[in-house]
């Protein structure tokens, strides 16, 4: 009998759901990365950079779940294939969950180098897989003999007959053990470390010289559509190689600086609260931020000055490059001169009034205002090393983005939504604009009706400046008049330069050009 049978393809796609299952539950339950998570974490690694990117800007924040998603359907798709030839091939499944556990082993290994937790967890699921592949096969048994002298394996499932009834009852039991060790991992993923909790029990400390709250009168929130003058912590993007937040105990936490310095520092978080904070208002942006795309966002960040941290360790000469590695690995790499240049460089311990969520890097983060995310910004801080530029290369450099990473002036239309028809009248056209630490000075819009080559630029009103570091909201008033227009903007920032026309993609340093958008006015 040589045709795959649909029981089979079933009993391969049970089992492997019972392994990846299993091997879900026993990480957690001895606190190691999950394969599937390790797995990503490889894939993200490895992958070029023109493949991160496009998965950045084609699918968003909704990246790393689909690509968590993915590799659950290949797994599933690959235990299907393998139950399929079981049957005819015994020694598939051998080798198929031996293919299995190698590559996840691998991964595992890679993710948290612990070579003995990887194979034995990996191993662990495996032979559960196989166990119950074997089980299945046996109970979905032939509906007629096996060829003669053809090879079997103890407990061959060609040598019986089916037993329909035993086969739903193991496929039912499978599947519902699937879901238990799917239920108990998530529970034991989250039993050591209450980051929610954690947040509500530790105390910020208190700014030497805190800023004024944000006056109303400073923003222009009340434009319908237009982007807050300060982004909520719920609302700020989040873009980072990290496909599980790690959930760090701040008990257990230590921030080391090292590397070249004259005195290597330790620092627990109780350490850092009884430090003299500051708070500062500064704009962060995503490389991968596309013109008019909204990788972008404003917050008040609460954080222990950089420049106070490197003194306590004494910077030697040549120490030209700060490297800042996250719990994860994750490394970002910026010249030192930038972090004693006076811009407001903190490891931050709070956003927006709160201690920082833990998708924004709880308990500390970097923050360099003025460099886009991917040289500057680690989450889950864990060290702080000084080296030279010459001797390391952060993450994303070997990937081919730009060792230098400072904020390009960009500016973006929130309204009126492209596409979208306008009724005629006073309409407001709407945005932000923001500069680096170079703020902006001027935003101007241009409206050019079909047809036409040239229209005037009118200045917009800007809200206020909250800093040299933040971006600014915009508005002009258009009597907008039946018919299809493009509608253009760009800013000019502080030292009176304005943001350049050329079309230029995210990489490998940032994008530029206007962003325009076309709108349609009813008649």
């Not at 910077?315 to 910026?334: E, H, L, N, W, Y």
Request: charged content about 20%.
């Amino acid at each position: 009998m040589n045709r795959i049978r649909p029981l089979d393809v079933l009993s391969g796609l049970l089992a492997f759901a019972l392994t990846a299952s299993v091997a879900e539950l026993v990480a957690a339950a001895v606190t190691i990365v999950s394969p599937r998570v390790a797995v990503g974490d490889t894939v993200i690694r490895l992958a070029p950079a023109a493949a991160v990117h496009f998965a950045t800007r084609t699918f968003g924040t909704n990246d790393k779940p689909l690509l968590l998603a993915v590799i659950v359907v290949i797994t599933l798709g690959f235990g299907a294939l393998i139950g399929g030839l079981a049957r005819r091939r015994p020694e598939a499944s051998v080798a198929g969950f031996a293919l299995w556990w190698a590559v996840c082993a691998a991964a595992v290994w890679a993710d948290q180098t612990q070579p003995a937790a990887a194979i034995a967890v990996t191993g662990v699921a495996a032979a559960a897989g196989w166990g119950a592949l074997r089980l299945l096969l046996t109970r979905a048994g032939l509906e007629a003999p096996a060829e003669s002298g053809a090879p079997t394996l103890p407990g061959d499932p060609r040598q019986r007959t089916p037993d329909r009834r035993a086969f739903l009852g193991f496929a039912a039991a499978s599947a519902g053990a699937s879901v238990a060790a799917v239920v108990g991992a998530r529970r034991l993923g989250g039993r050591d470390v209450d980051v929610a909790v954690e947040r509500q029990t530790i105390a910020l400390p208190k700014p030497k010289n805190p800023l004024p709250p944000v006056a109303s009168s400073a923003a222009l929130d009340a434009v319908t559509g237009i982007s807050p003058l300060v982004t909520p912590n719920g609302a700020f993007y989040r873009i980072d190689t990290a496909l599980s937040v790690p959930r760090v105990d701040v008990q257990t936490w230590r921030l080391k600086i090292k590397g070249m310095v004259e005195h290597p520092q330790e620092f627990t978080y109780a350490d850092l609260a009884a430090m003299d904070a500051v708070e500062a208002d500064a704009t962060m942006t995503c490389v991968s931020n596309e013109v008019g795309d909204e990788l972008v966002g404003n917050a008040r960040w609460l954080g222990i000055p950089l420049p106070a941290l490197l003194a306590r360790a004494g910077v030697k000469p040549g120490a030209t490059q700060v490297i800042g590695r996250s719990v994860d690995g994750f490394t970002v790499g910026f010249p030192t001169e930038v972090a004693l240049d006076g811009r407001a460089s903190m490891v931050a311990l709070g956003m927006n009034g709160e201690a920082l969520p833990a998708e924004h890097g709880f308990p500390a983060r970097l923050l360099v205002p003025g460099l886009y995310g991917y040289v500057s910004a680690t989450k889950w801080l864990a060290e702080i090393e000084l080296t030279t530029l010459e001797a390391f290369d952060a993450y994303w450099i070997p990937r081919g983005w730009a060792k230098f990473g400072p904020i390009k002036t960009q500016s973006r239309i929130d309204v009126p939504i492209p596409a979208r028809q306008v009724v005629p009248g006073r309409v407001p056209i709407a945005g932000v604009a923001w500069g680096g630490i170079r703020s902006i000075s001027k935003v101007e819009v241009r409206v050019l009706p079909a047809g036409a080559k040239d229209a005037p630029w009118l200045t917009a009103r800007l809200s206020d400046a909250l800093s040299q570091s933040t971006w600014r909201q915009w508005v002009v008033d258009w009597d907008a008049q039946p018919g299809e227009y493009d509608i253009a903007v760009r800013a000019t920032d502080g030292t009176g330069a304005t943001q350049t026309p050329d079309i230029a993609d995210v990489a490998p340093d940032g994008a530029t050009g206007w962003h325009t958008i076309h709108v349609r006015v009813k008649a």
